[in-house]
């Protein structure tokens, strides 16, 4: 995994609106440990997702890609991070998260019909322009300060020096990869 390469050298690791993907891959908790590892001591984590309701069930596959507020705390809280504030810079109360095609069904988006279907040309997306985006919570956590780096579930500990940089690491053409979390594939290219 690329955590091997760059443990401990990032400052901020943000997440923006892919939780419910990493959810549906079942690789959340992986990846969120995989974030905690790549932090330096004292590194934020900025997480950016669709809010689901505070009530009912989590759908742990996120379906409709809303996540409730609380499951993405504890996500967060199990792989290591402490948490620090939350904002509701990006709330929209206008949004009641019941949607014919979840989130999908709302700007930028505008799915007009089930994913994998032609678009629906008779589907009418003026109410859903309306609401505008998703209501999304907004969260900081950070790594604790003077801990060790930790390491992702089954990923071998580095070796590399604590004193390279990334920008060192890149020079060195050391194998890059690329983890897309929808098909859990792993790209790899040399670096020139």
Known sequence: M????????????ILSNNVHTLMAAGIAERVFAGVLAAL??????GIEQHRAASTG????????GYVQEAYVRALAQEAGFEFVAASDLNANARDSRDHPFGVWTLPPTLRSSPLGQ?????????PYEAIGESDRMTLKSRKPSGTAPAAPPSTPQSTLSP??????????????????????????????
Not at 57 to 64: E, M, R
């Open 118 to 126: 032609e678009d629906d040309p008779r589907f009418d997306t003026a």
């Open 57 to 64: 069930l989590q759908d742990p596959l996120a379906g409709t």
């Open 40 to 45: 330096k001591p004292g590194g934020a984590f």
């Open 163 to 192: 004193s390279l940089t990334l920008p060192s690491l890149l020079r060195r053409r050391l194998p890059w990869c690329v983890r897309w979390p929808s098909k859990a594939t792993k790209v790899r290219r040399k670096l020139p």
């Open 2 to 13: 690329c955590w091997k390469f760059i443990r401990a050298l990032v400052g901020l690791a």
